[in-house]
């Protein structure tokens, strides 16, 4: 709210309704207990006489109140007023928190849209849409569906990091419950989407990836390897798969069917990947009896 003090020349006559001469306003942010309009006048405007001295400390008094009320209000505690501060306040809290939810609910919208959608039905205004905003604030946050794409990118390897670091810890902690660390980590990948936002947020050459981009990209290998070892140590997996052979594997296995076969069989891609996971056991333990054949002999 803006609080308007008026200072009025002491001695010169106008006419009704006409704003005296000399007349200065003071623009002070701040908000006003009450504000309640009484005999016409604006609230919070305070009358100033020149040569007045009580009065022009009454007003100072009055100012004083309003800013340390205002300080206390943002939580900032009480500060001498200058003009720099007004102009360049901070910006709250509270909008910068708003700010953010905003941007994370369309980066959610958006990646939800890839991963249920065919990728050139995802447009900024269904994004919009999903994410309950205007599509003013979906651009506002992003200038166009390219910038929206390499984010989301960005964001999935940033959580597949997290998922990693989690199974790493969880092997550590309790290695005899290995296989099923493994087999959460796998099936985490299957319900993010990796089948569908794989092939649509990765860009057509890994140079465009940012350099934050690409530093997650090589986290999220070296992650996923030390996975695959892990897993290979206890017979899950052969210790000869390589990363991007997992990746892609996993990632054709749980694309989505087409309406038709999802129709007739809606656990077909859990099917497929518990498939994958016994053919990798498979594996995995012929190359352990392999070695164990090799080491008594």
Known sequence: MVVLASVAQQGQPRPHGEAPPGLRLIRLHA????????????????????????????????????????????GRGVKPHSPTETNHREVPRAVRTDARERRQ???????????????AEVTMERVAERARVGIATVYRNFPDREALMLTCALY?????????????????????????????????????????LIPALTP???????????????????????????????????????VHEFVTQLTVLTRPPVPGVHSLNPGVTEQLVE?????????????????????TH
């Not at 908000?31 to 305070?46: I, S, T, Y």
């Not at 958006?110 to 990728?119: E, G, K, Q, Y």
């Not at 940012?210 to 695959?228: C, F, K, N």
């Open 31 to 74: 908000h006003v207990v009450g504000g309640e309009r009484k005999g016409g006048a604006v609230p919070g405007c305070l009358p100033v006489v020149h040569g007045d001295t009580s009065n022009s400390r009454q007003v100072e008094d009055r100012l004083s109140l309003f800013r340390a009320l205002y300080s206390i209000y943002e």
């Open 105 to 119: 609910r369309i980066i959610d919208a958006a990646c939800h849209l890839f991963r249920t959608s065919h990728p």
């Open 156 to 196: 999935l390897l940033e959580v597949v990091e997290s998922m990693e670091l989690d199974a790493l810890a969880r092997f550590a902690a309790d290695p005899a419950r290995a296989e099923c660390t493994w087999r959460r980590f796998v099936f985490s990948l299957v319900e993010l989407g990796a089948g569908t």
């Open 204 to 242: 057509d050459s890994l140079e465009d990836l940012s350099p934050e981009g690409a530093r997650h990209r090589l986290l999220v290998r070296q992650h996923t390897q030390a996975i695959l070892n892990a897993a290979a140590r206890h017979g899950l997996v052969s210790p000869a798969l390589p």
């Open 275 to 295: 498939a994958y996971l016994a053919h990798q056991r498979t594996l995995g333990q012929r190359t352990a009896e392999a070695a164990w054949e090799v080491a």
